[in-house]
């Protein structure tokens, strides 16, 4: 959203409860992050005493920019600054900024959308023209390369990849800026909080995991079928432009380094699981994406995320049932221990042992390799390596005296990671819906495999040795 970014535009602002005849003057502005700022000349709505009565958060704010309805939702007092009378500087930072209405928290819904997230440019390859010309050099024809539409169902309605490309020409060049997006339309009105928190944040996801890197939303427009404007439906929709804040990408990304290429999914058939991973997978993926964050660079840190990572998304795939006592075996062992000298402190420690060992964390690795064993045997062939990069975790949570030696060398942590995050790729891929195949064919392709089979044959050696 850097393109938008606005110098401050004078305004005026005031909560829905007051009417527009109880405006507080100020400025509106969109920043570089996309997001946008607005500063409040005087406290919003009047209030004489600015920290008795106005609240740090307002759900919903109207205003008026230079003839433009703006809606303010979820406005945050940032910081203030009070002057002489009833004059204030007033920063105020909204979670989103919706330019073209002014929208009552009810109305805060939606049954289409276009989307753009950051980093889709670098999964699906950009069109490219061709250009023919006159003898003379003026140009006589631009061939304009056709871009198969995408649809795919889920979620009450479809979504759709398409070309929103910019183009443009004259009598003697063209060019064009390749571009595609996801276009969303649903059967009935959803709630804004639900299409933030299930599609937008899906399509995040993918792209975060596909790209390797932290991926928002680069746009957003969308409208209501259902709004009313002056009491009436207008015969056409009534698009807003969203405006908020996304992450700052300091790397651009390469097509051979991507997860996965966009022409080997299948859009029609896998999208749905992208947003019931999304949903069931939040802890793993929100740590996932942490270890993607160029800034997060401490090795032993990492290792711990990879591990936590790991561990969770077992216990999401793999979740531990009730436990069920048997009541025979109980009474067995009590009938057997009554005959022994044992006090009962200790016969209650025994009689307690009888229920099952939770999982270990090396059987957990273990069980999501299962799912890509020949993707998982190409990166790394040696005996118990699970067990392994286990006992690794083990050092580094308890802190044992080991782990001194991570101050000075933190290669074994590192070689870990490096297996714990092929392993994450391989397990989101096959829950993604590619077979293990076709798993084994992208992982043995991709640039990071080479990479981390360097790693482990240098630094394996330095995990601690299975007992097993």
Known sequence: MAQDKSSDVISDWWVPEDGPEAT??????????????????????????????????????????????????????NKWRLGGGNQADIEMHPQLALEGLLLSQDELRLTEAKVRIQGQDDWIAEPRLTQEFHPDGSLSRINMPSFTERVAWAQNGCITIKDFSLWRYSNTEASIKGKTGFHFLFEEPISLKDFFDNQLRGLQMLMTMVTGNRCGIESLRFTDSTWEIDGETPPEPHWVTARLRAPERNTTGHRQEILFPFEEFDWEAQAHRI???????????????????SRFVWPVARFATAASAVEALDRILH?????????????????????????????????????????????????????????????????????????????????????EDFSHDTRSVQCASE????????????????????????????PATWQRRQIISECFDLLPPSTG
Request: net charge neutral; proline share 6%; aromatic share 8%.
């Open 24 to 77: 507080t003057p100020g400025t509106y502005s969109v920043l570089e992050s996309g997001n946008a700022l607005v500063r409040l000349h005087r406290p919003i709505g009047g209030e004489s005493d600015f920290f008795s009565n106005t609240p740090a958060r307002h759900p919903v704010i109207h205003g008026n920019v230079f003839g433009k309805s703006v809606t303010l939702v979820n406005a945050r007092v």
């Open 419 to 446: 297996i714990l995050l092929h392993l994450l790729e391989c397990t989101f891929l096959y829950h993604l819906g590619f077979t293990p195949d076709q798993i084994k064919q992208l992982k043995t392709q991709h």
């Open 319 to 403: 979740p531990d049932g009730p436990y069920v006592p048997d009541p025979e075996l109980i009474s067995r062992v009590k009938e057997e221990l009554s005959k022994t000298e044992l006090k009962s402190r200790d016969r209650a420690k025994l009689i307690s042992g009888l229920r099952p060992r939770e999982t270990s964390l090396a059987q957990r690795i273990a069980r999501l390799a299962s799912f890509t064993p020949e993707a998982m045997g190409e990166l790394i062939d040696q005996p118990v390596w699970a067990d392994r990069v286990a006992k690794l975790r083990h050092v580094v949570s308890h802190g044992l005296e080991s782990s």
């Open 275 to 293: 947003f019931d991973l999304s949903t069931a997978w939040t802890y793993t993926t929100e740590q996932w994406a942490l270890l993607l964050d």
